[in-house]
């Protein structure tokens, strides 16, 4: 009918009757449709079709166009549906004309089937409706048309393609249900525009939020707006209540909740459940137990019915607002939509419904665990041994990819688990696999060492899954030597269930990577035993990935990844990545411990080795997003640490010392020891690179110290290698050629080094020489150049090999060879130092030339790589061949303050402050103490002071906490 409202002015900017909140976030559309309304102002029919789920602001949208529509002129008609009016013969046309149709009109019964009653109709209809138009244009309003009976559409359509309207334009809305658009498929909007109705922005929900409450939102009240999931009338409902409950306050301009409980919003939901039929009911609050969103197959199952037999409920619970269509599940219009829907639900058959869901989804093998999980800690009780056993076999599901929660579980299966129950044990195991698995290796160790040492009656299985997992701590703690005698033990009687070999099998692994790889041949025996079989008592096993079916596959892993370690020490390089490599793919993708990462993340450490960065890049990111996703943190510290060395290695400094000790840090927080001594190394290296020798020496310091003190085990040559480096950078090639030969003296000997260090032959037989010693040197390159006859395709090696025998001989050739092939960036420029130093000692004219020009590009490339230190040097041997080189960049400074200060001058303050004498910091930058001097007395000026003990101060201040 003809909207009564009072006359409006036209004008282009408009603000409905109904207030600017009701239209929050609905701009775009509202210009469009003002556009549309354009169209129909310059004689060109409009009509569109306004979708939405329930609650949208379909109808809202309707009459602010309406609105619009009378202020620009239009002649306005409104028609309302309602749930019944399909039952009722033209209910629709009646309230669009105001009036119904007369029972016996000349033209005869209107609804008797014959086409001539149907344009006798839609006559009568258009004579009542035009005579209100006045020729003003005509907008043509239809509210719900999902409940419109079919003869008023039928005539509605004739009435607009017969023009007897125009121009004209006809909105129509609809609700979003995939059963309502069938409904109306054939009706009016056949040929409509689309204007399909989204939920709320963010900035819209604020806006709204702001409009009902007066004032900004709090945290906690636009955290609790945003769970209504964007829904306009979820939102109003919610925020209404607050605001008339009394609900929040307004503190400082914001408006703070003091109450979670939106009651308003509940007393809704119960009204319109209590409206649902009760299938309807059933299916509601059976999919809330399931979760905010759920599978219908799921609700059949747990209400034992076929999904069939369902629809009519859903489609209703639909049309009420409750549920929407998602891509493959139905679920809640929005978070607090279904909290409320479950809080409705009375406790004791929630928690029923949560206890069958769980079991239900427990039985799968479709990996349901998780959301298994969840069911049984919302509705476990200490009554139900069912209860309980799923509790235990949901944390060995979740062991892997889900270790927080598989403790959570675990724990809670000990908790109602009664101290005589034979099934303890069983249960202890579970809860200490899923705490190692966690990280929390402490309460792991403590839990299975208090029941080994009760002596209680276990399977044979469950005796040894726990001594594994003690193990396993001592490994990860850094007690090598009690760790692989120990899982020796476990794995010597054979036929282990498979996670209980995996494990044992890690910690030989560890052991022979980090303590003593003259067992390797042993272990290898131990490891092709029969191997794993069948699954430990009280757990069905754990399904194969597909990629890696068959009994064995661990034991291959195990054994290939002890072959690669064998192969790797004995310099045989392109055979022992072949053998990671097979590792890595035989491994199972279920496999427990250590095992599931380790070959993979040693192929990403020989791939380091090997400078081949970009694979091991791809390696580790691959690595550590399991690791993250699955929140393995166990393994990130190792993963950690090989990326740090990686970073070092390609000349990204200041981002390997930012991981190294972040996984230092980590370590410690994990206990995990053993990772302890090698990660300070790279630090120290990192920072003997930078050319703070302070620094590095102080790690050194440190590991060693751990190491001598028996807490920690470790044979890794890194450790050593360093400690000599950082000695002869701090007191000279002497004195770190003593260290070598007392107490480093098998160190030249491990081609281990070699393989992982392409700069170590050379460094070597440089010291060699400086003191001496010949024949080490030669023994020293014929090492290196064995083990690049012994791997032909490996440029690292090959290249340090011509770069040890061109130190040894002068031999120029060797040595541009080294500096051409080299691919790690570091040992480039080294090679190409030496190079320069050899062209630099020619008394030819060109030789010197070029050797000085060859010594500014192994300048270049160091400051390139940020070894301030190895730049330094090059530039003292620069200057003392008449050649001054630039090595500051003018930048504006501040005239005071730290600020002030020149890279060089930082340095200087670094070295001083650490309590070097001029003369030991200018051996470190390679000037002469009365540099040193004079930098001094411009870094004093600078600061303010007038002594060491202040700079030092400052320096401790600048640092913050002191980290070095």
Not at 24 to 52: F, K, N, P, W
Not at 57 to 82: K, N, P, Q, S, Y
Request: hydrophobic fraction near 45%.
């Amino acid at each position: 009918m003809p909207v009564d409202r009072p006359a409006a002015i036209a004008d282009t900017t408009f603000v409905p009757a109904s207030g600017t909140d009701r239209l929050r976030g609905r701009t775009r559309e509202v210009a469009q449709l003002s556009d549309m309304l354009t169209e129909v102002e310059a004689h060109r029919d409009t009509e569109v079709l306004i979708t939405g789920p329930p609650g949208i602001g379909r109808t809202c949208l309707l009459t602010a166009v309406e609105e619009m529509a009378e202020a620009r002129g239009f002649f306005v008609l409104h028609g309302d549906a309602h749930e019944d009016a399909g039952q009722v013969p033209l209910a629709l046309l009646s309230s669009l004309v105001g009036e119904s149709p007369p029972a016996n009109p000349e033209m005869g019964e209107p609804l008797d089937g014959h086409p001539v009653a149907v344009w006798d109709l839609m006559e009568w209809a258009r004579k009542r409706l035009a005579a209100g138009s006045g020729g003003r244009p005509t907008l043509i309003g239809l509210d719900d048309v999902q409940w419109a009976d079919a003869a008023s559409l039928r005539v509605l359509r004739m009435l607009f393609r017969s023009r007897a309207f125009s121009p004209a334009a006809c909105i129509a809305t609809r609700r979003a249900t995939a059963r309502d658009a069938k409904q109306t498929s054939s009706g009016l909007d056949a040929d409509a525009s689309r204007l399909e109705l989204g939920p709320l922005d963010q900035a819209a929900v604020t806006e709204l939020v702001v409009d009902v409450l007066g004032a900004e939102a709090a945290p906690d009240v636009a955290e609790l707006a945003a769970r209504a999931g964007g829904n306009p009338r979820v939102t109003r409902l919610l925020i209404d209540g607050l605001r008339e409950e009394g609900d929040t306050i307004v503190r400082n301009g914001a408006a703070r909740s003091v109450s979670r409980r939106p009651l308003r919003l509940l007393a809704w939901v119960r009204t319109v459940l209590d409206d649902l039929s009760a299938p309807a009911r059933q299916v509601t609050e059976v999919g809330a137990v399931l979760g905010r969103s759920f599978p219908i197959e799921e609700a059949a199952e747990m209400l034992r019915q076929q999904p069939a037999t369902l629809l009519p409920a859903l489609h209703e619970a639909e049309a009420a607002g409750l549920i929407v269509a998602g891509n493959d599940h139905l679920e809640f219009v929005s978070d607090i939509v279904w909290q409320m829907v479950l809080e409705s639900i009375q406790r004791p058959v929630r928690l029923t419904l949560h206890r069958q869901a769980g079991s239900m989804l427990l039985a799968r093998c479709d990996g349901s665990a998780v959301r298994a999980a969840a069911h049984l800690l919302e509705g476990g009780r200490p009554s139900d041994s069912h209860t309980v056993s799923a509790l235990t076999s949901a944390s060995r599901e979740l062991v892997l990819s889900s270790p927080c929660t598989a403790v959570e579980l675990a724990l809670k299966a000990l908790e109602f688990t009664a101290p005589e129950d034979p099934m303890r044990t069983s249960r202890v195991a579970a809860a200490v696999s899923a705490l190692i698995a966690a990280g929390e290796l402490p309460r792991a160790e403590a839990l299975a060492r208090d029941v080994l040492a009760q002596s209680l009656a276990a399977p044979p299985a469950i005796t040894a899954e726990l001594r594994g997992a003690v193990a396993t701590v001592l490994a990860e703690r850094g007690e090598l030597r009690e760790a692989m005698e120990r899982a020796e033990q476990v794995l010597a009687p054979g036929s282990l269930p498979g996670p209980v070999y995996e494990s044992a099998a890690a910690v030989c692994l560890l052991g022979l990577l980090w303590h003593d790889g003259s067992g390797a041949a042993h272990c290898l025996e131990l490891v092709r035993c029969e191997g794993p079989t069948g699954a430990l008592p009280g757990h069905s096993g754990l399904p194969h990935d597909d990629r890696h079916d068959g009994p064995h596959t661990a034991s291959a892993a195990v054994a290939a990844a002890i072959k690669s370690l064998m192969s790797w020490d004995r310099g045989d390089l392109t055979e022992a990545v072949r053998l990671i490599r097979e590792s890595a793919r035989q491994t199972p993708g279920r496999a427990a411990g250590s095992l599931r990462f380790w070959p993979r993340l040693l192929l990403a450490a020989r791939r380091v080795s090997l400078c081949e960065f970009d694979e091991a890049e791809a390696l580790l990111r691959g690595v550590r997003t399991e690791i993250d996703q699955r929140g393995l943190v166990l393994q990130a510290p190792i993963a950690m640490t090989i990326h740090a060395r990686l970073l070092m290695r390609s000349g990204r400094l200041t981002e390997a010392g930012q991981e190294a000790r972040a996984a230092l840090a980590l370590a410690g927080e994990l206990d995990k020891r053993v990772l302890v001594p090698g990660t300070r190394a790279l630090l120290a290296a990192i920072a003997l690179r930078a050319g703070d020798t302070p620094t590095a020496a102080g790690h050194v310091r440190a590991f060693r110290e751990e190491l001598a003190g028996g807490d920690v085990s470790s044979a890794d040559p890194q450790c050593d290698w360093i400690a000599v480096q950082v000695e002869a950078a701090q007191h000279g090639t002497p004195r770190a050629w003593e260290l070598l030969r007392n107490e480093c003296s098998g160190l030249a000997s491990q081609l281990r080094l070699l393989n992982d260090e392409p700069s170590a032959a050379p460094w070597l037989v440089r010291a060699a020489l400086m003191v001496g010693e010949r024949r080490w040197a030669e023994d020293v390159v014929a090492a290196a150049e064995g083990l690049a006859a012994r791997n032909p395709h490996v440029p690292t090696v090959n290249a340090q090999a011509r770069h040890a025998r061109g130190l040894l001989d002068g031999d120029r050739r060797a040595l541009e060879d080294a500096a051409r092939d080299q691919p790690d960036p570091w040992a480039r420029a080294s090679a190409m130092e030496d190079l320069g130093v050899l062209f630099a000692r020619r008394r030819a004219d060109p030789g010197r030339r070029e050797g000085i020009d060859t010594l500014k590009t192994a300048m270049r490339r160091y400051a390139d790589l940020g070894a301030h230190r190895d730049a330094a040097r090059v530039r003292r041997r620069l200057r003392l061949r008449g050649v001054r080189a630039r090595h500051w960049k003018s930048a504006p400074r501040p005239t005071s303050g730290w600020h002030s200060l020149t890279d060089t001058e930082r340095r200087v303050v670094h070295l001083v402050a650490s309590g070097m004498t001029n003369k030991q910091a200018a051996a470190q930058l390679f000037v002469s103490p009365h540099t040193i001097d004079t930098h001094l007395r411009h870094i004093f000026r600078k600061l303010g002071i007038s002594c060491r003990g202040e700079l030092r101060r400052l320096h401790l201040e600048e640092l913050g906490d002191g980290e070095c």
